[in-house]
């Protein structure tokens, strides 16, 4: 069974005022800022796709090697009795990892459905392909939205136990105390017994984070640069690319990689009838890629309201999917 909830144009139209909303507050806001969600367009979907690809980049590495070796200990982690349930991906993407796993339950017998849940209804359109012909047995519905919104659509579509996956570090696309917030919001939109699954990239040496952000090709820097190229097509904005230059950093004190774009000039943008002004040298704060210790893992969970079951790290140790129950 392969079911794909699509928006009909009431809900292309609210998400494009979103979208310009956010757009124009976030860039009145001083410092300016971006939301990295909007990265995933088509472009900046294939774009990720070839981040995940390189040398550099890391994080998918290990958490494929968890997904890929040790399959058959993420499934007794996550659902140990076997019993039907609600496999349910924040931000799945291509489920390039999720995938394995897949591929596992079904062979064991497993009754359960997978619910991708991803903003860019372009990736999930992928993903129902790919999975159509190369797991046919699988249930699956997508769902294309915000993560909570879909969460409780996900809710009113099954009562059975939900499993949550949040791979790929996204919750490192968060500051600590948005990370705080998501999970606590997390913990309120699940039942009792309930299991969250996510990916935390650890705390290591300084100089292998900055690489993995800051390649030498250039693609995380067409990566970022791609949101304001999506500005201009979908808001009518007059953004010179040219004018813009991508700018990492990293903090081995804090663990937070941060993304800037630097505005190389005074210059004036419009986005439709609004001007957003910028001076020589501002900053867009892009995105921020969160590092962790084990103790504000531990941290984490204990204040939104969830107790530790397990966790799996790949081989380098660089990397751990930690799974938490709602108690």
């Known amino acids: 069974m392969n079911v794909q909830v699509n928006p009909d144009s009431k809900i ?28 995933y367009d088509k472009t900046g979907d294939g774009l990720f796709q070839k981040i995940m690809a390189m040398p550099e980049y890391y994080l998918t590495k290990c958490e494929l090697d968890i997904f890929k070796n040790k399959t058959a200990d993420l499934a007794q982690l996550i659902i140990p009795e076997n019993e ?9 993407g291509d489920a390039m990892k999720s995938t394995f796993l897949l591929k596992y339950l079904i062979e064991k017998g497993t009754d359960f459905t997978y619910m991708p849940i991803d903003i860019s209804g372009n990736i999930l359109s992928v ?6 012909a190369e797991l046919p047995a699988l249930k ?12 409780q659509k996900a809710a009113s579509l099954s009562s059975r136990k939900k499993v949550i996956l949040f791979l790929g570090s996204n919750i490192g696309n968060m500051s600590l105390k948005e990370a705080e917030s998501f999970c606590f919001n997390l913990n309120q939109n699940l039942a009792s017994g309930d299991v969250v699954l996510i990916g935390f990239d650890l705390q290591k040496n300084p100089h292998t984070i900055l690489n993995a952000y800051n390649d030498k090709a250039g693609i995380t820097a067409a990566f970022n640069l791609n949101l304001l190229t999506r500005i201009n097509r979908e808001l009518g904005a007059d953004f010179n690319l040219e004018q813009f230059q991508h700018y990492q950093t990293y903090d081995p004190l804090t663990g937070a990689c941060r993304s800037f774009l630097v505005s190389l000039k005074d210059q004036n943008i419009n986005i439709g009838n609004d001007t957003i002004s910028f001076s020589e040298n501002e900053l867009i704060d892009m995105e921020i890629s969160q590092k962790f210790s084990p103790e504000k893992i531990k941290e984490l969970g204990e204040k939104s309201g969830f107790r530790m079951i397990g966790e ?10 930690t799974a938490w129950q709602v108690k």
Do not use: C, H, T
Not at 84 to 92: N, R, T, V
Not at 140 to 151: A, D, Q, R, T
């Open 12 to 39: 292309e139209n609210y998400q494009m005022d979103n979208f310009r909303s956010d757009v124009l507050e976030g860039l009145k806001r001083i410092p300016k800022k971006l939301s990295s969600k909007y990265f």
């Open 84 to 92: 039907p349930f609600d496999l349910i991906e924040l931000g799945a």
């Open 127 to 132: 993903l129902n392909e790919k999975l159509n």
């Open 140 to 151: 699956i519905i997508s769902l294309e939205g915000e993560y909570f919104e879909m969460l």
């Open 312 to 321: 799996i790290k790949d081989s380098k140790k660089w990397f751990v999917d």
